[in-house]
């Protein structure tokens, strides 16, 4: 159980670290193109656009 509590704080701190550093957009950074594919996995956001390195997302409202 504490390990998913640990998972789940650290997709929580990803999570707050890309809304504040980039928004919706990667602006073609590696580091926030490869946290808005790992926050789409856990279902926090859905990519609606992406090219390589530059990826566009919409946030899950719950989450937010």
């Not at 707050?16 to 490869?34: E, F, K, M, P, R």
Request: aromatic content about 4%; hydrophobic content about 40%.
């Amino acid at each position: 159980m504490e390990c998913e509590n640990n998972h789940e704080s650290l997709v929580d701190m990803i999570e707050d670290l890309v809304q504040q550093s980039c928004g919706n957009d990667s602006a073609a950074i590696t580091t926030y193109a490869a946290a808005m594919r790992l926050l789409a996995a856990e279902g926090r956001c859905k990519i609606v656009s992406e090219c390589g390195r530059r990826v566009i997302v919409e946030w899950v409202p719950q989450f937010k």
